[in-house]
C-alpha cells in the first residue's frame, strides 16, 4: 500500500501528458511528500499516449501506466484505475488540467479537518466554455437531482479524493454502466464539497461532444432513476383516459346520427399514438439492455500490459499477464474477480 494515488483516465491526451505530470508530481510531493503513487491509465489512445506514457515511466518510479486492450470509455478507464491503485488515500483527476492538481493539499486537509471519506470539487465557474455547454450541464444536474433518487451533488464532476473504505465500497458495485460520481454519492459516508474555478483544457480538444454528453446524461438518469419508467406509465394513462373520452364522443356522435368527418385528425391520433408506444417501446427497451449486459458478467475491463511500479490485484477486471517468455502461443491471463458459477455453487452447498 502506498499513502496516496492519483488516478488519471487519457485519451489522446499527447499534449497534456509532460505538463500533467509535472504538476501532479509538485502537488503530491507538497502534500505527502514521497509516499504516493500517479497511475495513468490509457484508454485506447490513437496518437502517442501510450508511448508518452513508457517514457515518463522510465524516468519516474512512482508512476504506474495501465495500457487497456481498447477504447472502453471514460468511467471504464477510470474504474480500472481505481481497481488497480493501492492507495490510502485516492485523487480522481482527467488528464486535460482543467481541475487544477494544485488543490491536492486543500483536499487532504479538509478530508482530516471534516472527518470526511469523500471530498468533492464543485465548480463556482467554468472558463473556457460555450455558453451551450453550461446552459446544458446546469440544466442536466438539476433534472439529475431532481429525478434520482440519490442525492447527487449538482456542479460537481469525477474530481474528487476518496478514503480507502469508500473506494472499497464503491469497488464493491460491479454494474457495467457506470456513472461514477451517482456511485459515490449513494456509497454514502460523510461527503463534504469544495468550490474552485474551473480552468480553461490545457490542450487538445474535449473528448465529450454532444453525442456522448447525451449518451452520459441517459446512463445517469437510467442507472440512478427508474422516473424514465414513470413517465412511460403516466403518458400511457393520460392516453387511456383521452381514448376513452374520444370513445365517449364517437358513440355520442353515432347515437346522434351526426355523421362523423376527420380522416386528417384520425391519423393525427394514430401518428401520435405511434410515437408515444415507440417512446415507451424504446425506454423498456433501454432497460432490457442493461439487465442484458448485467447478465452476461464481462469483465468491466481488459488490460494489456501495466509499465512502471506495481499495480494492485484488481477485482472488477481481467488483467492479460505477459507471454514474451511463453512457449505456448496465446498466452494467459488473471481475472480477478470470481466465475458467477462458482458463487451459485457456494450459495447452494
Same mark, same amino acid.
Given at each position: 500500500? #502506498?499513502? %496516496?494515488?492519483?488516478?488519471?483516465?487519457?485519451?489522446?491526451?499527447e499534449?497534456c501528458?509532460?505538463?500533467?505530470?509535472e504538476r501532479?508530481t509538485?502537488?503530491?510531493?507538497? !502534500?505527502? /511528500?514521497?509516499d504516493?503513487?500517479?497511475?495513468?491509465?490509457?484508454? /485506447?489512445?490513437?496518437?502517442?499516449?501510450?508511448?508518452?506514457?513508457?517514457d515518463?515511466?522510465?524516468?519516474?518510479?512512482r508512476?504506474?501506466?495501465?495500457?487497456?486492450s481498447?477504447?472502453? =470509455?471514460?468511467?471504464?478507464a %477510470?474504474?480500472?484505475?481505481?481497481?488497480?491503485?493501492?492507495?490510502?488515500? +485516492?485523487?480522481?483527476?482527467?488528464?486535460d488540467?482543467?481541475?487544477?492538481?494544485?488543490?491536492?493539499?486543500?483536499m %487532504?486537509?479538509?478530508?482530516?479537518?471534516?472527518?470526511?471519506?469523500? +471530498?468533492?470539487?464543485?465548480?463556482?465557474?467554468? !472558463?473556457?466554455? #460555450?455558453?451551450?455547454k453550461?446552459?446544458?450541464?446546469?440544466g442536466?444536474?438539476? $433534472?439529475?437531482s431532481r429525478? #434520482?433518487?440519490?442525492n447527487?451533488?449538482?456542479d460537481?464532476?469525477?474530481?474528487?479524493?476518496?478514503?480507502?473504505?469508500?473506494?472499497?465500497? @464503491?469497488?464493491a458495485?460491479?454494474?457495467?454502466?457506470?456513472?461514477?460520481?451517482?456511485?459515490?454519492?449513494w456509497? =454514502? *459516508?460523510?461527503?463534504?464539497?469544495?468550490?474552485?474555478?474551473?480552468?480553461?483544457?490545457?490542450?487538445g480538444?474535449t473528448?465529450?461532444?454532444l453525442r456522448?454528453?447525451?449518451? *452520459?446524461?441517459?446512463?445517469? $438518469?437510467?442507472?440512478?432513476?427508474?422516473?424514465?419508467?414513470k $413517465?412511460?406509465?403516466?403518458?400511457? @394513462?393520460?392516453?387511456?383516459? /383521452?381514448?376513452? $373520452?374520444?370513445?365517449?364522443?364517437?358513440?355520442y356522435?353515432?347515437?346522434a346520427?351526426q355523421?362523423?368527418?376527420?380522416?386528417?385528425?384520425?391519423? @393525427?391520433?394514430?401518428?401520435v %399514438?405511434?410515437?408515444?408506444?415507440? *417512446?415507451?417501446?424504446?425506454?423498456? /427497451?433501454?432497460?432490457? =439492455?442493461?439487465l442484458?449486459? &448485467?447478465?452476461?458478467?464481462?469483465?468491466?475491463?481488459?488490460?494489456? &500490459?501495466?509499465?512502471g511500479?506495481?499495480?494492485?490485484k =484488481?477485482?472488477?477486471?481481467y488483467?492479460? &499477464?505477459?507471454? !514474451?517468455?511463453?512457449?505456448s502461443?496465446?498466452?494467459?491471463?488473471t481475472?480477478?474477480?470470481?466465475?458467477?458459477?462458482?458463487?451459485? #455453487?457456494?450459495?447452494?452447498a
Amino acid at each position: 500500500m #502506498t499513502g %496516496l494515488s492519483i488516478v488519471v483516465p487519457c485519451f489522446d491526451e499527447e499534449a497534456c501528458l509532460p505538463v500533467l505530470h509535472e504538476r501532479l508530481t509538485a502537488a503530491a510531493r507538497a !502534500a505527502v /511528500g514521497d509516499d504516493y503513487e500517479i497511475v495513468l491509465v490509457n484508454d /485506447g489512445s490513437r496518437d502517442r499516449t501510450w508511448s508518452i506514457m513508457n517514457d515518463l515511466v522510465a524516468a519516474d518510479t512512482r508512476l504506474v501506466a495501465i495500457n487497456l486492450s481498447r477504447n472502453h =470509455g471514460h468511467q471504464l478507464a %477510470l474504474t480500472a484505475g481505481l481497481d488497480l491503485c493501492r492507495g490510502d488515500v +485516492v485523487l480522481v483527476i482527467d488528464a486535460d488540467l482543467q481541475d487544477p492538481p494544485e488543490l491536492l493539499s486543500e483536499m %487532504l486537509a479538509t478530508m482530516r479537518r471534516e472527518n470526511a471519506d469523500v +471530498v468533492y470539487g464543485v465548480r463556482r465557474s467554468r !472558463a473556457g466554455e #460555450t455558453a451551450f455547454k453550461r446552459a446544458t450541464a446546469h440544466g442536466f444536474y438539476r $433534472l439529475l437531482s431532481r429525478a #434520482t433518487e440519490v442525492n447527487i451533488p449538482v456542479d460537481a464532476g469525477d474530481f474528487r479524493l476518496m478514503s480507502r473504505r469508500a473506494l472499497d465500497a @464503491l469497488l464493491a458495485m460491479p454494474e457495467q454502466a457506470r456513472f461514477i460520481r451517482g456511485m459515490v454519492a449513494w456509497i =454514502g *459516508f460523510r461527503q463534504v464539497p469544495l468550490a474552485y474555478n474551473r480552468d480553461v483544457r490545457f490542450a487538445g480538444e474535449t473528448k465529450y461532444p454532444l453525442r456522448k454528453m447525451m449518451r *452520459f446524461a441517459f446512463d445517469a $438518469l437510467t442507472g440512478f432513476s427508474s422516473a424514465p419508467l414513470k $413517465l412511460a406509465s403516466h403518458a400511457g @394513462l393520460w392516453l387511456s383516459l /383521452g381514448s376513452l $373520452l374520444l370513445i365517449l364522443y364517437i358513440a355520442y356522435a353515432w347515437l346522434a346520427g351526426q355523421s362523423i368527418q376527420g380522416w386528417t385528425s384520425l391519423m @393525427l391520433v394514430v401518428v401520435v %399514438l405511434g410515437a408515444i408506444q415507440m *417512446f415507451v417501446l424504446a425506454l423498456m /427497451g433501454e432497460y432490457i =439492455g442493461r439487465l442484458y449486459n &448485467e447478465a452476461k458478467g464481462r469483465p468491466l475491463y481488459i488490460v494489456q &500490459e501495466v509499465a512502471g511500479g506495481e499495480a494492485a490485484k =484488481g477485482r472488477l477486471g481481467y488483467v492479460a &499477464e505477459a507471454i !514474451a517468455k511463453s512457449e505456448s502461443p496465446g498466452g494467459s491471463g488473471t481475472r480477478p474477480i470470481k466465475p458467477r458459477s462458482a458463487a451459485k #455453487t457456494r450459495s447452494s452447498a
